[in-house]
């Protein structure tokens, strides 16, 4: 059985650190603990899928910032290119990318965080989204198949439900959104469960509670 030449990264661990050169110069990933982290792969630069990818996180961009988080491009391709490609995208669609992206010619962030899969391409980094945590925990990710583009919208939304969940200590249901009701963490002892009912939540049973914040 042949060895995959890639890591998985896991969740709720600290997030592989790496020191890399971006279009907007040096940069470390250990030094932006206090912030949250958008960290996305993209397969390579030019391609039109990606160039969509990138319209929608520059116009998301002022809804990361306003959740504390900072948002980093990944290709195995040059700054150069990156370069190019930047400037490809304003003249074309008139848009700025104003976020980092990372030259990983030597692929050694995209190995440490699984983005190349064999299966899926030799030489490219699959669609892979990592959020990292403000204090450098990997808190989700999610890869897609080279074809199809992510939704923005649903990465801002998973960042405010986890900075939710962390400040709140609570959960959030389906297709949750701010301003929704969070669900109440399930009781752990029996006479935590009989109190349930009582405790003045939106009660459904003992295990399913939801409340307003």
Request: proline share 7%.
């Amino acid at each position: 059985m042949e060895t995959q030449d890639y890591n998985m990264p896991r969740l709720n661990e600290p997030a592989p650190d790496f020191s890399v050169k971006t279009t907007h110069g040096d940069l470390t990933l250990s030094d932006l603990k206090g912030q949250w982290v958008v960290l996305f792969s993209h397969p390579a630069d030019f391609t039109p899928v990606c160039t969509t990818e990138f319209i929608g996180f520059a116009e998301r961009h002022d809804q990361f910032k306003a959740l504390n988080t900072k948002v980093i491009g990944l290709s195995i391709d040059s700054i150069y290119s990156h370069l190019a490609w930047v400037r490809s995208i304003k003249d074309n669609f008139g848009v700025e990318i104003p976020f980092p992206i990372i030259e990983d010619l030597k692929m050694d962030v995209a190995r440490k965080y699984g983005m190349i899969h064999p299966g899926a391409a030799d030489t490219s980094a699959v669609r892979a989204v990592f959020v990292i945590d403000d204090k450098g925990i990997l808190r989700a990710m999610v890869y897609y198949p080279l074809t199809n583009g992510r939704s923005i919208d649903e990465i801002v939304r998973v960042v405010a439900a986890l900075q939710t969940s962390q400040e709140n200590a609570c959960a959030t249901p389906e297709n949750w959104h701010p301003g929704d009701k969070v669900i109440v963490p399930p009781p752990a002892t029996q006479e935590a469960q009989d109190k349930r009912a009582s405790e003045g939540y939106e009660y459904t049973d003992w295990y399913f509670s939801k409340r307003s914040l």
